[in-house]
């Protein structure tokens, strides 16, 4: 069974910093794109950014760019999301998910759970 967990996401103050991790279990992340995305209440559901079966394409929401850099270690199934220079309005449910090729939001097959990220002024 093909599980996805988010951690890293907490309470952080403006400015500050957080690195999401995501561990996919039950098969090998390498074969896979993966994505960041959030959910701030009462929004739909954003993408953060993506990063290639081999991290070669990166790609970021222009909200982000220059301040989250997206990483994987294949080695251990793991995607990273650094998250520096944090604003309020960064503040969402995280979640990260696989798929392949260029997917809109709702077409990503298989979703973690989601980890809380907020940022406070």
């Known amino acids: 069974q093909v599980q996805l967990v988010e951690s890293g996401g907490g309470l952080v103050q403006a400015g500050g910093s957080l690195r999401l991790s995501c561990v996919q279990s039950g098969r090998t992340l390498s074969s896979f794109d993966v994505g960041w995305f959030r959910q701030a209440p009462g929004k739909a559901r954003e993408k953060v950014s993506t990063?290639?079966?081999?991290?070669?394409?990166?790609d970021y929401t222009d909200s982000v760019k220059g301040r989250f850099t997206i990483s994987r270690d294949n080695a251990k199934n793991t995607v990273y999301l650094q998250m520096d220079s944090l604003k309020p309005e960064d503040t969402a449910v995280y979640y990260c998910?696989?798929?392949?090729?260029?997917?809109?939001?709702?077409?990503?097959?298989?979703w973690g759970q989601g980890t809380q990220v907020t940022v406070s002024s």
């Open positions: 990063i290639d079966w081999n991290g070669g394409r990166l």
């Open positions: 998910a696989t798929g392949i090729g260029s997917l809109l939001v709702g077409e990503w097959p298989h």
